[in-house]
């Protein structure tokens, strides 16, 4: 299962869960962004695309910005439709084996096609990311972590086409990451469960000014995956997406 948090930084909304809370369906809203927190994916995945009894689950990410919602295919089937900038899908089921993705428009026009490797027994995330040259495609390996029910797992994923290196703090230096790479995903470290600040800022060493920063609650044996990527075209114009995996 999975929790998602959004935050861009032009907005103020205050992102701290309760731990206890119920999040399949809480909603914050302001005049520039709305962040959905949900529970996915469903207790049982359909297996849309197997045909041998070994599969592994993929879902998608759209980190790409400047471009109308993708429909994507796997090996000529829809896997997913109208994924717009910032949303992630949930998993499905694959053939562990090499599968081709196909990135589109809603028109037909194909913005990319490539192979991928669907592992047997994991899972993979699909982010579909801007390039130097366009539209690309970037598999990302999701682990669960086992860092008992006192600790969870945090990693860093920058994929902002504008800000390329990258540092990110919890609760200004408790965790850190320093000049994470365009398309880097960096290990995961253990961290205590409880409430931190997370704050994405350049690796510029003449800037020290905080681009982004939201809070969240680490829970134990939860893997966290913070994606950086942009909303708009612009130098500094980034968003995060902070995503908890759990074992059902």
């Given amino acids: 299962m999975g929790i998602i948090y959004y935050m861009q930084n032009d907005t103020k909304t205050d992102q701290s869960p309760d731990p206890n809370q119920d999040t399949s369906e809480i909603s914050y809203t302001d005049e520039h962004w709305t962040s959905v927190i949900t529970v996915f994916p469903k207790p049982i995945i359909p297996c849309y695309f197997c045909n041998n009894s070994e599969y592994g689950l993929v879902r998608f990410l759209n980190a790409a910005i400047g471009y109308n919602p993708f429909q994507i295919f796997i090996s000529k089937q829809l896997a ?146 913070l994606y950086v990527f942009n909303w708009s075209n612009t130098m500094n114009a980034i968003r995060i997406l902070i995503v908890e995996d759990r074992k059902n």
């Avoid at 801007?130 to 539209?135: K, Q």
């Avoid at 790479?181 to 931190?196: L, P, S």
Wanted: charged share 15%; aromatic share 10%; glycine share 8%.
């Fill in 80 to 225: 997913v439709n109208g994924l717009d900038n910032g949303d992630m899908s949930q998993y499905g089921r694959v053939s562990a084996n090499m599968q081709t993705v196909t990135v589109e428009d809603v028109n037909g026009y194909v913005y990319i096609e490539k192979q991928i490797e669907v592992p047997v027994g994991q899972a993979i995330t699909v982010a579909v990311i801007n390039s130097d040259s366009g539209v690309d495609i970037m598999e990302i390996m999701d682990r669960y972590c086992n860092g008992g029910i006192n600790s969870g797992c945090f990693r860093v994923c920058n994929l902002s086409i504008t800000n390329r290196k990258v540092n990110v703090f919890l609760n200004e230096g408790v965790l850190t990451f320093l000049e994470v790479d365009y398309k880097e995903v960096t290990g995961f470290k253990y961290q205590k469960t409880g409430f931190y600040l997370v704050s994405v800022m350049n690796s510029n060493a003449q800037s020290e000014n905080v681009l982004l920063s939201s809070n969240i609650y680490i829970r134990g044996n939860a893997s966290y995956t």
